[in-house]
C-alpha cells in the first residue's frame, strides 16, 4: 500500500516552490496544466502501484495486432480500404478486458500480471453473405504463442458474429438519392423543394435518409422507411426538419435493380406506389400541409441579446496552488482523498473505471456504461419505429475534444481517447477530462452557541460527453469524500422530432407536443445501462433490502396507557437470486450491498447503498413492455437494477452487434439474470450489479433548439452505509470553525473554549496567539486556506480557445457507414 500513500501529505510542508514538476506533460498535444507561476506548489511524480491492466492497446499494439491477423488471415485478403461490406478488411481491433479471476490475485494479492489480449472485429464474407466476426487474439505481445481464435466466451447465444444486412451501403444512399431525384415532382409539389444528385447536401435541397431500425423480415433482408428532411444549416438541426412525406424501401435483394419503394406515407395516408400518390395528388381535394423549413430557430446562440447582467461575465472556478488529485498519465490512475481508481476507454462504450478503492479498501472493480438507449414512438413511420442503440454508432468514438472553461472549469486535466480502426490509430484529443470542485453547498455545517462550523464540498469528477448524431450525452463519475460515488449522465443537443400534420385526424398531444408550424416533439425514452462491479469490502457480497416499514408494536414501557403503538421499523429482504428490481416507492427500501466477511468497528457488516441519485426524479427504466424492434436486445432496461453472479463469461450486458440482431442478440440479457442462486454453495459470492440512467424524455417548446442538461439529468449513487466506523470525510474536507462568545444559555449549547491550548481542534490554526488575541472572533481552520490576494492569469478564469486541437467532427448521420456493422470508402478513381 505504501506506494498509494497520499501525495498531498507533503504539502503540509507549506513550500510554496515553482518546479518543471508541474510541466510534466510529455505528449504534445496535451494543455499544459494551468500555472500560477508564483503559487504552485511542487509534487513527486505520481506513480500508480499497478499496471492499467484495462488499458486500451497502444498504437503499437494495435499495429502488431493487425499485422499479424493480416499475416495470418491472408486468405481473406483483407483491405484497408473496403469499397462495401463484400470486402474483407479489420474493422477495429481493442482491447480485452482480463478475466477478472485473473485480475483479482494481480491487484489484490502476489498474483502474476493476467496475460494481454486483444479483440478484433473482422468484416468479412460466410456463405456469400457479409458478416461481423469477432476474434480474440493473444498472448500480447505477439509472439511464436500468439494465436487467433473465435471469441466466443463472452456471448451467449452461441455464435461470435452477425450477419450484416447493409452489403453496399453506397447503393443504399445512391438508391435514396436517386429515389428523391425520381420523386422531385411530388417533393416540389409538396415539400417545395427537391433532392439534389450533384449536391446531395444542398442547404436548399431535401435529403432522404433511411430510418436506422431496419425492419425485421425474418429472412435477414433488409426492408427501410426513407424519410424527408430539410438539412438544416448552421448547427446541423436535421432532426427538427422533417418534411412528413415518407417512402418504404426494399433493399434485400443483392440486386440492387431490384430495390422498390413499396409505399408512400403522406398527412396519414398509405399510398402503396408512386402513381397512386400522384394520383391522390391530382384530385382538387387532396390536402397539403405545411412543413418545416429552417430558420433563426433553429440555431443553438443568440448572440444578440442583451438583457441585463449579459454584459458582465459570471462567477468561475479557479484553482491557483495546482490540483490536489495524483494523476498518473501513463497508467491513467488516479488517488485522490482516499479514493483511488484507473481509467479505460473503449470505442463503443467509452471511459470505465476499475479498482476503485476508497481508504485503501476495495469498493467497486469495475464501472462503466454497457448500452445507451433510446425508444420512442408516434404514429408515423419514422418516429413510430425508432430506436437506437447508441453503442452501435461508437460512444466512445463518438466522444469528442472538450470546451476548456466550458465542458470543464479551466483548471481541469485532459485525457485522450484513443481507438484503432480500419488499421489505423485514431486519436480524441482532450476528450476526457479530470477536475476538483467545490459545490455551492456545504458537506456539513453546525451551529452550536458558542461555535458555527462549515466543512467545504469539494468533489472529484471525470467526464466525457459523446455526441451521437444529434444528442450529446456528458457522462461524469463523481467522487465525494466520505466514500460516495455518483455516476450521472446528462443530455443535450437536438430531439429527433416527429412531423405535425395540423390536418390530420390523428389524436394530437398522444405523441408529444406541438412545438412547430409542422413539429411535434416525438415522445421517447432514454435508457442508459451501467454495470457495476461492486466488491463492498471484497468479493464476498450479498445484496438486502432493507425496508422502513409500518407497524404496530406493544411495549411495556407503553403501558397501560397505549395498550399498542403504531410505529415504523426495519425489515431485511435478503436478495437469494439474480433479479431485476425497481426503485422502491417512497423510498421505502435501502438496497444495500454488504459484505459478508468484514465487519466495522460496531459489528456492523461493511457495505454501500444503492440509490437513485440527483437529476429529474427516479432514473426510469423502459415504458414499452416487449417492444417489437428491440426484441432481446434490450431487456436489461426493464427493471432499474439487477443483481447478478458474476461470471467472467458474461462481462458485459450488451453487445453493439445486438442493433443488427435484436431478436437472437450475441448478448441476450435475459439469459444472464436468470434466476440463478446467490444461496448455493457454488456460489463464490461475487455479486455484480447493472443500474440504468436516463429519462421519459417529452420534450416541449423547452427543448428547441436544444434539450437542456438540468431537465435531463439523473444519477445513481453509491453511498457508504456502515462502510468505515465514523465519517470519514472528517479528516479530508476544509473548513473552519468560528469559535463564538456568549453566555451559556441552554438548549445545544456545546463548549466554551477561549483559547484552543493545543486541542485537535485548532492544530490547523497558523494564526499566533498575539495575533489571535486582537481579533473578536477566532476563526479555526481545518486544511488549508487562501493566505493573501493573488493576481489571477486571464487563462484561469477564461481558457484560450486558440488552444483547442480539433479540426473538424465527424458527426455520425446515424446511418450505418462507420457503425459497429462497418466503415466503407468510395473508391475515388
Ligand atoms: C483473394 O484473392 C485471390 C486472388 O485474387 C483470390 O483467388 C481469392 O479467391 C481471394 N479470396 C477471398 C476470400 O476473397
Ligand atoms: C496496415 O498498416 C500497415 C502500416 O501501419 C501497413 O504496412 C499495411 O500495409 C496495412 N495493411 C492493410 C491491409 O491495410
Ligand atoms: C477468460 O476465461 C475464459 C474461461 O472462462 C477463457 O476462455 C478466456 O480465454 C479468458 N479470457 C482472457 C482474456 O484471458
Ligand atoms: C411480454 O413477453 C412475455 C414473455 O414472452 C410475456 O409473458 C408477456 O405477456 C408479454 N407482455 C406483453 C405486454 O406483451
Ligand atoms: C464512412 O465512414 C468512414 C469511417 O468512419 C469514413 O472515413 C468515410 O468517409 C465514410 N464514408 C461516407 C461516404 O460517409
Ligand atoms: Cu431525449
Redesign the pocket.
Known sequence: MDSRRKPWVILSSLVLLVTFLLYYSSWTTQRTPLKYAEQAISKPAFKAPKENIWAELSEREAADVNAFILKEYA???LTEQPKNANE?SIFFVETLRPNKTDAVPYLHGHGEIPQRYAKAAISM?IDGLPHMVYYMVGPLPISSESKISPLQYVFNNGKNSVQNPVSDFFALMDYCIELGVSISDITQNLLGASVNQKNPEDPNGLMAFPRPTPIETGEGGLILWIQFQRPGFGSGGRTLLPQGLYAKVDASSENRAEWKPKKFYYNGVLYNSEDEIRAAMSDPDFVRVPTNIDGPWTDTEDFDSQPDGREMPPPVSIQPYGPRYGLDRTQRFISWFGFEFYITTAQATGVSLFDIRFKGERVMYEVGMQEALSHYAGNQPMNGGLEFLDTFFGMGKKSFELVPGYDCPAHADYLDIEYHELNKTHKIPNSICIFEFTADHLLSRHSAQYSVTASRNTFLTVRYVSTVGNYDYDFSYIFYMDGTMEVKVRASGYIFAAFYSADEKHEKGEYGHRIQDALESSMHDHVINFRADLDVAGEKNEMVRMAVEPVTKTFSWDQPENPSRNTMHLVDYPVTEETGLDWPKNSREFYLVRSTEQKNAWGQPKGYRITSGTGMGNPPHLTIVNSTVLGESGRWAEHDIWALRHKDTEPRSADPLNYFATHEPLVDFKKQANHESFEDEDFNGDMVFYFNLGAHHVPHSGDVPNTLMHTSASSVMFVPHNFCDRDPSRESVQGVRLQLKGHRSGGFAGEEFDEPNGDLRSRMDRHSHEEKKKKKTKAHYFGQTYEEGMKVPLEALEPNQAGYISEQNFVSDLGFNGSAIGAWHRDEA
Open positions: 486468405h481473406l485478403n474483407n464474407e
